[in-house]
Structures are given as structure tokens and as C-alpha cells.
């Protein structure tokens, strides 16, 4: 009867939902030759490496799904707070090897594979990295989603899909730079799932109406947000997080006016601009461009993000003065920052509250992360662009201007400096708005990013804001996470280190690691690093073997500077030095070959598309590795590469191979540095300055285990009016015969010497390459006779690979969750999503 058959149904509908993919090799293999199949629609009998790559991530992608839905579910149910990441980069590097690691499914996909006649290795090597980022900022991100799943934190990722990454690097046969647009999405992205159905109008210029209750923003343009989602699993759990990327489409709602002109074109041309806004990432490295599209890409995600936060947290009945308590946002830099604008409008004039309840509610979600202190950095857009753009949103930062400046006025009377220096409106022609001051008055707490760096954000980015509210200023200092920075990237030391331990859980709990220096003076621990490290160092000697031709030792010392080229970072410094020991070994007698410690020396990184010095930079590096390559006086004593292309692929490659590496930036500008700590993680010693997280570093690992030169921050200032103003004048010989080579044109033409030569004239040395050179040299001195000792160095990198537990990432994002966002871990738990009509 009807009875029966309702339960029998349910039966078979509970046994399907309660089905999860079996993980065992020969069902492993028929899930990937499925999509090879129904997904790929190719035949069985007949695919390549890249097919295989394809079907293995949609096979993987399945499992991520299934732990994804669960793990919303149970979010959801549980109602629990979540933090929001709001970040214009996410750069993420590839995911295949991240998902089986985390989910501990390797060994059977390489069966799996394997059984395929496909080698799990190749097949990973087919993925693009998707280089949704610049740098530092956007893989903290990455590394941040990682570690928020790992946590099991409630938490979501919001930015944007673009359809042209960071752009790819190539070296014309002269050695200068050439950018070539990154089409990442070609073979399409196993990874997203694209969500038609999740999509929000974001609106563009238009005016304000006042409809007798609440102000309208009407008329203007409007485009389409689409979702696009991709799971980020964690390690060893189930918890599986979402990262949301918008990607802008026409606005389905036609204009008819146009249409109705008959002028069908244009109509349809005016909507394919819509796809613009998502099209491409800025390159730009540590320089505001000011440019309009890039203010639209920020109100884009922003807005579509903010519809989507609300609408979730609508979906049980509750007042929206209380958001705070199931959300927080986190401004990932001021790029999001037009966001405390966008849900005072939210708030206001779509669901009638009040400013003050607004307000209230507003500071009590946003939390901002300042990432730079430079101020060419600090984000600012002219009060006519915003108008113009964003009419409704620059009222409303008006009113917050001024009801904040009321309470500056009432304690300061008559201090009209401290009102200039407070106020979120910058006077002047034009005027502008200083989104880093509205994202401190919006904000209720502002974190630097290292210890330094933070007391820097304090001291001189925002003194009066901090003497007001000291307790609004935290540090965060940075981390990065050891599965992909060690784990995925270096099998062979996290294999020595899981021996050594005994166990593997180091990964999640680095600490543990702790555990490594009671070995430290066992003759076989040194064996086994040195060995991890030549294995490492092996892999990219091939690869610059193939790449250059050059065959270089692995006895060699090798000595490491990949980041983005940037007068504060200093390649320019390390090249320098690198033509003097070209210079000193030339002039070596047998003998002192003999003791000479060999080098090769490897930089890589990108130059934004219009900094002229920095690409400058890069040509004479070429220009130098082509001499000392080819000079038969050198033979294996120094080598010079540039690596094209620095990505994370590329850093995962040959980071692990790093005997030392090169964090020199002049004092107080590096906010923190993130490479400098997986570089050490992975066995090797810095070379640095007291800037950034190198500071901390050694606070960790100990003095005798870094080699720190250079100036300190507080003596900068002094030091670069000294040099500015004649008081001081360098007379390191070394370095005067490096800039009379430079000058004879002899690594590079004159269109890069003259000006590379003029900033170092003492009057344009602001970065006091020519003031630290000395103290430099001294540190490589030490470096070069250290490395003779190669037992007492190996010591070093193991005190250091277990000291350095502070800078997981993990530690970083508990920081957050308990200092900021007041989150608690959630842990799914199976039993509660079990099939409910059962
Ligand atoms: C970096 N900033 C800092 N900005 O330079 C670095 O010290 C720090 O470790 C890292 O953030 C993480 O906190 C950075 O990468 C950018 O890439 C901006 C992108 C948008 C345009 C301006 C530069």
C-alpha cells in the first residue's frame, strides 16, 4: 500500500544519499575514466596526459564537493558565526597535489594513475597555476583559506575571477622584459563550479533620489555578478570551505530605451563591456594607479559579496543589528575598503535603518589588514571619480567624514592640523578620499602584518587615530602554511622530519618540529637533511641545465632572491655584489680558487608592466649572468640566473633548493616578507636585514643562525638626509669598480646604466643601496666562510627548520579568530546531515 511504498522510496533515497565516493585504487580509476568519458566526452581507449590531468581533477573535485556541501550544511545548521576574507588576489598556485594531500589520497591516485599507464607526477604538471595575485598579499590569502580550513573555522574567501592573471613573464634575446597576457582559463578550470543561479545586479554612476523615507540610487549602469566556486579542503579534516569568485556579466534587465531606437549594435556592444570589470588583474606592484576600472572591480565584488553576506544571514529571522554576530568581514588592504560605504547603503536604503544603528552594527563587522607602509601605496581616489562612480557611496563617506571629524573637533578644539591629518577627505586639487582612513574609522581593529611593521602602522601611519583607541591596533604577524610550503614542496625533508618525529601530524601542528633539535648533533639527522638538500638542489640544476644550457654543481652554494623586483627589495644591491665577487675572482690566484667557496646565484621575479627601474633591473641582471656565465676564468665558481616566470609553481620548484636566501630590504619598508619563512622551513639561512619578519625570524631561530647586516629602522631617516645632503659619501672600492663597469657599459647599454647609476648618486639613493653595501659585503663574507664548515651549516638549517613554528600560518589564523573574530572552530560531524525523511 501507499504507506509502504513511501518508505521503500525513502529507503532507496536515504541509501543514495548517504553514498560517498569509495577511495580505493580500482574505484578511483573508474571515477577518473568516467569523466574521461561522460565529462571529457573523449574515448576511453584514447587520451593524453592533459585529458588524465583533466578527468583526475574532475574526480577529485567530486570528493571536494561532497565534503563541501556537508560541511555548509552542518555551518548552517549550526548557525554558527563565520568570517568573511574579502580580497582582490587570491593566488592560489595549482590545486591538484594540494587536494590529495589534504585529503590524504595520494598513494591511490598514483595506483589509480599508474594503472593508466599515466605517472601521477606528469599528470600534475599539466595544471596552469592560476596567478590570481601579485605577490605577498595574494598568496597570504591562499595560504590563510588553507589554514582556515585545516582550523575548521567557519569561513569563506570573496574576490574576483579574472579571466587574465598576472601577466607571464618572458626575456627578449637582450635580456629585458616582456609581458605576454595570461589566458589562464584556455583548457578551461576543473576547479570552479560555475553558479548561474547565484548571481547580483552591482550598479555604476546614476544619481540619487530622495523618495520621502530613503535615498534611491537610480538609472547609471548595471552588470550581472556571477558566482564561481571552488572547495578548499583542509588537512585532515572534512571541513571543506568555499572561495566565491565573481566574475561580471551583462545585466539581464534590457534597457529598452536603446533597443527601441533600433540601434541593436551599440545595445549589445554597451553590454559586452559589462565583462571588462572582471577582465584583468592590475599588476601593479606597490604603486596606486588610480585607474577608474580598478575602483569598478573593487565596488563590483565588494557589493556582489556584501548582497551575498546579507542574504545568507536573512535566511533565519533576526534583526540586522545583529550581523556582527555571525559575521565578520576581513579587509584584506583597503582594496575592499569601499565596502563599509556599501553596507551603510545596505543597511540605510534597502532595509531602513537608521545611521546610527548603522553605523553601530557597520564598525562592528570590518576588521582591516594594512599591508604597507609606503605611501605611494596608501590608496587613495579623487572625490570626483567617486562621485561620479559611486554618487550614493561618497554621501555617505561625507556624512561618516563628518560626524567623525564632530568628534575630533569636540576633544581637539582649534587643532586644525590633527583635523587634517584625521579626516578621511584629503583637501586639496583634487581632492581626495584616503580609503586606509576610512578603513581605520569603519574598522574595529587594524592589524600590520609583523611586529615591526605594525608598530609602524602605529607610530607613523595612523598616530592620531592610535593615541585615540591603542587597543584598535593589533599585530598579526604572518605565516604561510607548511602543507603546500613544505609538505607538497618538499617531499624529501618532510620525509626525513616525519622520521625523525615518528609521526606526520608536524604538518598540522608544526610545533612538533620542536622535536628535531635533540638530534641535531646525530651524525645521520645531517646526513639526511644534506641528502634531502641535494636531491632538492639536484632537480633545479636540471632544470637550469635545460633552461640555460649550464651545467652547475650541486657542491655549489646555492644562494636564492625570488620576489617582485622593487627598489626597496634590493636586487639591485645583490647584483652589485655579485659583479664585485665576479670582479674578486678574477683576480684570484689558484690558490684562493682553491678556498673560494663556489656560488650560483638564482633571482627571479616580475616588474610591474610601467616601472621603468625595475625592469632596469632585471636587464642588467641578465646582462651580468651573461658575462660571468661565459667567462672561462670563473669556470664553476659563480653562476648567474635569471628565472623567467617567478610564479608559485616555479617557487614551489626551487625553493626547497635554497642553501641561502635574500630578504635585504632597507629597513621598515618590507612589511613583513612571507618567502623569508618558507625559505628557512626548507632548510636553508637568510641573508637580511632587520626589516620586516626577519626580525622575528631571529628572535626564533637565534643571531647564529642568520646573518644580519644594514642599517636599523630608526636609523634610516638620518642616514638618507646625511646621504641627500652631502654628510655622507661611500668609499667601498669594491663597489666604485662595480659602477665604473656599469658606466663602460659593459653588462648592459646605456639606456639602462645611466639611470640605474643616477639612482645610485648619493643624493637618489633613498633605498641606501650605497650606504648598506659595505655592511652587506661584510655579511656575505661571513655566509661564504660559514659554508665551508658544511657541518656546523647543516646544524644551523636544522635548529632552524624546528624553531621556526611561529610562522605556520595556522598560528596566524588562530590569532585572528580568537584576537579579531571571535570565531570557533567546527568541526563537521557526520551524523547531524544523515538523511532527514528518514
Ligand atoms: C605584501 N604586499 C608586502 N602588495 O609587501 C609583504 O611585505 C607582505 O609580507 C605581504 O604583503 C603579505 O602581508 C603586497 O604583496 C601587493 O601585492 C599589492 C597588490 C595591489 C596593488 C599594490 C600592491
Redesign the pocket.
Known amino acids: 500500500d501507499a504507506a509502504v511504498e513511501v518508505s521503500e522510496k525513502d529507503k532507496i533515497i536515504h541509501n543514495i544519499m548517504t553514498q560517498y565516493l569509495p577511495r580505493d585504487v580500482d574505484s578511483i580509476l573508474k571515477q577518473i575514466v568516467n569523466h574521461v568519458e561522460y565529462t571529457l566526452a573523449r574515448t576511453k581507449y584514447n587520451f593524453d596526459e592533459q585529458h588524465a590531468y583533466q578527468a583526475t581533477a574532475y574526480s577529485v573535485r567530486d570528493r571536494l564537493i561532497e565534503s563541501w556541501n556537508d560541511t555548509q550544511q552542518y555551518f548552517t545548521e549550526k548557525d554558527v558565526k563565520r568570517v568573511y576574507y574579502l580580497s582582490m588576489?587570491f593566488l592560489m598556485g595549482r590545486y591538484l597535489n594540494n587536494a590529495l594531500l589534504n585529503l590524504g589520497i595520494e598513494s591511490q591516485y598514483q595506483g589509480a594513475l599508474k594503472k593508466l599507464g599515466f605517472d601521477l607526477d606528469e599528470v600534475e604538471h599539466q595544471e596552469r597555476d592560476p596567478g590570481l595575485g601579485?605577490?605577498?598579499?595574494?598568496r597570504?590569502a591562499a595560504c590563510f583559506m588553507d589554514s582556515l580550513a585545516t582550523i575548521n573555522y567557519p569561513a569563506w574567501g570573496y574576490g574576483i575571477r579574472y579571466k587574465y592573471g598576472m601577466f607571464e613573464q618572458r626575456i627578449s634575446k637582450e635580456g629585458y622584459q616582456i609581458e605576454i597576457p595570461d589566458y589562464w582559463l584556455t583548457a578551461g578550470n576543473p576547479w570552479e563550479i560555475e553558479r548561474l543561479d547565484v548571481k547580483y545586479p552591482v550598479r555604476f554612476y546614476g544619481e540619487i533620489k530622495h523618495n520621502g523615507k530613503h535615498y534611491e540610487w537610480q538609472g547609471g549602469e548595471v552588470v550581472t555578478a556571477i558566482a564561481y566556486d571552488s572547495p578548499i579542503p583542509g588537512y585532515d579534516t572534512y571541513n571543506t570551505l568555499n572561495l566565491r569568485l565573481w566574475s561580471a556579466t551583462p545585466a539581464s534587465e534590457f534597457d529598452l530605451d536603446s533597443f527601441s531606437r533600433g540601434d541593436y549594435y551599440s545595445a549589445v556592444a554597451s553590454k559586452e563591456a559589462a565583462e571588462k570589470i572582471s577582465s584583468v588583474l592590475?599588476p601593479?606592484?606597490?604603486t596606486e594607479a588610480g585607474k577608474e576600472l580598478r575602483l569598478k572591480q573593487q565596488h563590483f565584488f565588494v557589493s556582489a559579496t556584501l548582497q551575498d553576506v546579507v542574504r545568507r544571514f536573512k535566511k533565519k529571522d533576526r534583526p540586522l543589528t545583529e550581523l556582527h554576530t555571525k559575521v565578520a568581514i576581513q579587509l584584506n588592504d583597503t582594496h575592499p575598503t569601499i565596502g563599509i560605504a556599501e553596507l551603510m547603503r545596505i543597511f540605510m536604503d534597502h532595509e531602513s535603518m537608521g545611521w546610527s544603528a548603522a553605523w553601530a552594527t557597520t564598525t562592528k563587522v570590518f576588521s582591516y589588514t594594512n599591508?604597507?607602509v609606503l605611501p605611494e601605496?596608501l590608496e587613495r581616489w579623487s572625490v570626483d571619480l567617486v562621485e561620479k562612480l559611486l554618487p550614493r557611496h561618497m554621501q555617505i563617506i561625507y556624512e561618516i567624514n563628518r560626524r567623525h571629524l564632530e568628534e575630533v573637533v569636540k576633544k581637539y578644539p582649534g587643532d586644525g592640523d590633527k583635523l587634517m591629518r584625521m579626516s578621511i577627505i584629503e583637501e586639496g586639487f583634487p581632492k581626495m578620499v584616503r580609503m586606509a582612513v576610512l578603513a581605520v574609522v569603519g574598522s574595529h581593529h587594524v592589524n600590520g602584518?609583523a611586529a615591526i611593521h605594525s608598530g609602524l602602522v602605529k607610530s607613523r601611519l595612523f598616530p592620531d587615530f592610535y593615541k585615540e583607541q591603542p587597543d584598535k591596533f593589533l599585530n598579526m604577524t604572518?605565516g604561510v602554511t607548511p602543507r603546500r610550503w613544505m609538505q607538497s614542496a618538499n617531499p624529501a625533508l618532510s620525509e626525513v622530519i616525519s622520521r625523525w618525529l615518528e609521526t606526520d601530524e608536524w604538518v598540522s601542528n608544526y610545533e612538533l618540529c620542536r622535536g628535531l633539535e635533540q638530534f641535531v648533533d646525530s651524525a645521520d639527522m645531517q646526513r639526511e637533511f644534506r641528502e634531502a638538500k641535494r636531491t632538492n638542489k639536484k632537480r633545479v640544476a636540471e632544470r637550469i641545465k635545460k633552461e640555460f644550457g649550464v651545467e652547475v654543481s650541486t657542491d655549489a652554494m646555492f644562494d636564492i632572491q625570488v620576489k617582485r623586483i622593487h627598489e626597496y627589495k634590493r636586487q639591485l644591491m645583490n647584483v652589485l655584489s655579485i659583479i664585485c665577487r665576479y670582479n674578486a675572482i678574477k683576480r684570484m690566484t689558484p690558490a684562493e680558487k682553491e678556498e673560494c667557496v663556489p656560488r650560483v646565484c638564482i633571482i627571479g621575479g616580475k616588474a610591474a608592466a610601467g616601472y621603468v627601474i625595475a625592469k632596469h633591473i632585471i636587464r642588467l641582471i641578465n646582462g651580468v649572468s651573461k658575462v660571468v656565465n661565459n667567462d672561462k676564468d670563473v669556470g664553476d665558481l659563480l653562476k648567474v640566473f635569471f628565472m623567467t616566470n617567478y610564479n608559485v609553481t616555479l617557487a614551489e620548484d626551487i625553493i626547497p633548493a635554497n642553501d641561502i636566501s635574500q630578504h635585504i630590504s632597507t629597513a621598515g619598508m618590507?612589511?613583513?616578507?612571507?618567502s623569508n619563512m618558507k625559505f628557512v622551513m626548507n632548510g636553508g639561512l637568510i641573508i637580511g636585514t632587520m626589516d620586516?619578519a626577519n626580525i622575528e625570524i631571529r628572535e626564533e631561530i637565534g643571531n647564529d643562525n642568520m646573518f644580519i647586516f644594514g642599517l636599523l629602522e630608526e636609523e634610516i631617516d638620518r642616514a638618507r638626509n646625511e646621504l641627500k645632503y652631502g654628510g655622507y659619501q661611500h668609499t667601498d672600492s669594491r663597489l666604485q669598480e662595480a659602477m665604473k663597469q656599469i658606466e663602460a657599459n659593459k653588462y648592459c647599454g646605456k639606456d639602462v646604466s645611466e639611470p640605474l647609476l643616477k639612482n645610485l648618486q648619493p643624493y637618489n639613493d633613498y633605498y641606501l643601496v650605497t650606504r648598506d653595501f659595505s655592511s652587506y659585503m661584510d655579511a656575505q663574507a661571513r655566509v661564504d666562510e660559514e659554508y665551508k664548515n658544511q657541518t656546523s651549516w647543516v646544524k644551523k638549517t636544522i635548529t632552524s627548520v624546528a624553531r621556526m613554528g611561529k610562522f605556520s600560518s595556522d598560528r596566524t589564523i588562530r590569532e585572528y579568530g580568537e584576537q579579531i573574530w571571535n570565531l570557533e572552530a567546527t568541526p563537521f560531524v557526520p551524523s547531524s546531515v544523515a538523511y532527514k525523511t528518514v
Do not use: C, F
Request: without cysteine.
Open positions: 588576489e601579485n605577490g605577498g598579499l595574494g597570504l592590475y601593479n606592484d606597490a599591508h604597507t601605496a602584518v604572518n618590507e612589511a613583513s616578507g612571507t620586516g
